[in-house]
């Protein structure tokens, strides 16, 4: 997304994101790995004999499965026939990926054979699938990461966006695939198998705002401001979405009959005023955790009770917890109950 000249960085120091990484500047986590996989993408390194040999090992890993360290598995195998990665291991050829998982350390999701054809996919067609690549980057996030090191949350992939990882009881999910098998290692990489594939957010930012009824007054001051053509797909952003009843609130507030009586220039900073850099997740706030948007400025989470957000102005806001995390192929939303005001 190429950032509009009036657009500012913001740095976020987030303790609490799904590995832990500790302080996040500019994009945080998400643009480490946009920039990990922009070195896989321009990496020409190659061993066509260690590429061959991780396929080789990767279509013949099942009978490895006992050394797995889910605590499952033995009753997995009891009930259903062992995975294969055939597909899998052909899409890593067909996407020329298969330099990057053996000169890389990474942790992977792996689909089984049967996964992908629950999509009917398989290796005789899974070079026809559009975005391959994408695709596959979304199952890889880099180094390695165990089972054991897994927290509830989102966890940025090299495709740019993130998977969410949960818990219930024992098992382990990414996004709606279960973790069948844990802790797998081929090479230098870390496999879990998973019983799904994973596919990535298709919608914009512009996308889901454009098409929701409830963000028609957002979509037409984006529009009125031209904002719209700084979401342009080249970077990320984490968006706080105020709904149409927020716009009304708001108005009600001002003492104003419309959008209209608002300059366009104090209209611009607002809106910006609730855009932030990078992917920021529900699972990445803390109480009292200081933001700076785009705008300028600063505002501040309280998590004490209701999730909210205090503006400079010391109004609440109220984060709408169904409607938190909405991934786009360009960053996340979070919905909000009012319009957030900046100093102006």
């Given at each position: 997304m190429k950032k509009n000249s009036l657009l500012m960085k913001t740095s976020l120091c987030l303790t609490t994101g799904i590995f832990a990484f500790g302080c996040m500047t500019d994009s945080g986590s998400t643009e480490k790995s946009s920039d990990f996989a922009a070195d896989i993408a321009t990496d020409t390194t190659t061993d066509a004999a260690a590429e061959e040999r991780f396929a080789i090992e990767l279509e013949q890993l099942a009978p490895g499965f006992e050394s797995a360290t889910?605590?499952?598995?033995?009753?997995f195998?009891?009930?259903?026939?062992?995975?294969?990665?055939?597909?899998?291991?052909?899409?890593?050829?067909?996407?020329?990926?298969?330099?990057?998982?053996?000169?890389?350390?990474?942790?992977?999701?792996?689909?089984t054979d049967r996964a992908f054809a629950r999509l009917g996919i398989h290796p005789w067609n899974v070079g026809e699938v559009e975005n391959l690549s994408d695709i596959l980057l979304y199952h890889v996030v880099p180094g390695q990461v165990l089972s054991s090191d897994l927290r509830e949350g989102f966890a940025a992939t090299l495709n740019g966006a993130a998977v969410e990882v949960n818990f219930d009881r024992r098992r382990i999910f990414i996004d709606d695939a279960r973790v069948r098998f844990a802790d797998l290692r081929l090479f230098d990489d870390t496999l879990h198998v998973i019983d799904r594939v994973l596919l990535p957010p298709?919608?914009?930012?512009?996308?889901?705002?454009?098409g929701n009824d409830d963000f028609s007054i957002l979509k037409d001051a984006l529009l009125r401001t031209g904002l719209v053509g700084a979401f342009d797909g080249t970077s990320s952003f984490t968006v706080f979405a105020p709904t149409n009843d927020a716009f009304v609130a708001l108005l009600g507030e001002l003492g104003v009959a419309s959008l209209d009586d608002i300059s366009d220039e104090v209209l611009a900073q607002v809106l910006l005023y609730h855009v932030v850099d990078g992917r920021v997740f529900s699972s990445d706030?803390?109480?009292?955790?200081?933001?700076?948007?785009?705008?300028?400025?600063?505002?501040?989470?309280?998590?004490?009770?209701?999730?909210?957000?205090?503006?400079?102005?010391?109004?609440?806001?109220?984060?709408?917890?169904?409607?938190?995390?909405v991934q786009t192929s360009d960053g996340v939303i979070h919905v909000i109950d009012r319009v957030l005001l900046p100093v102006l």
């Amino acid at each position: 997304m190429k950032k509009n000249s009036l657009l500012m960085k913001t740095s976020l120091c987030l303790t609490t994101g799904i590995f832990a990484f500790g302080c996040m500047t500019d994009s945080g986590s998400t643009e480490k790995s946009s920039d990990f996989a922009a070195d896989i993408a321009t990496d020409t390194t190659t061993d066509a004999a260690a590429e061959e040999r991780f396929a080789i090992e990767l279509e013949q890993l099942a009978p490895g499965f006992e050394s797995a360290t889910a605590a499952d598995n033995t009753a997995f195998l009891g009930r259903v026939r062992i995975p294969t990665f055939f597909t899998l291991a052909v899409a890593l050829r067909e996407a020329d990926l298969l330099g990057a998982v053996t000169s890389n350390q990474l942790t992977i999701f792996a689909p089984t054979d049967r996964a992908f054809a629950r999509l009917g996919i398989h290796p005789w067609n899974v070079g026809e699938v559009e975005n391959l690549s994408d695709i596959l980057l979304y199952h890889v996030v880099p180094g390695q990461v165990l089972s054991s090191d897994l927290r509830e949350g989102f966890a940025a992939t090299l495709n740019g966006a993130a998977v969410e990882v949960n818990f219930d009881r024992r098992r382990i999910f990414i996004d709606d695939a279960r973790v069948r098998f844990a802790d797998l290692r081929l090479f230098d990489d870390t496999l879990h198998v998973i019983d799904r594939v994973l596919l990535p957010p298709a919608e914009s930012i512009v996308d889901v705002v454009v098409g929701n009824d409830d963000f028609s007054i957002l979509k037409d001051a984006l529009l009125r401001t031209g904002l719209v053509g700084a979401f342009d797909g080249t970077s990320s952003f984490t968006v706080f979405a105020p709904t149409n009843d927020a716009f009304v609130a708001l108005l009600g507030e001002l003492g104003v009959a419309s959008l209209d009586d608002i300059s366009d220039e104090v209209l611009a900073q607002v809106l910006l005023y609730h855009v932030v850099d990078g992917r920021v997740f529900s699972s990445d706030l803390s109480d009292e955790l200081e933001v700076s948007p785009l705008s300028g400025g600063i505002f501040r989470f309280d998590l004490d009770a209701a999730p909210t957000i205090i503006d400079e102005n010391r109004r609440e806001v109220g984060l709408v917890p169904s409607l938190l995390d909405v991934q786009t192929s360009d960053g996340v939303i979070h919905v909000i109950d009012r319009v957030l005001l900046p100093v102006l």
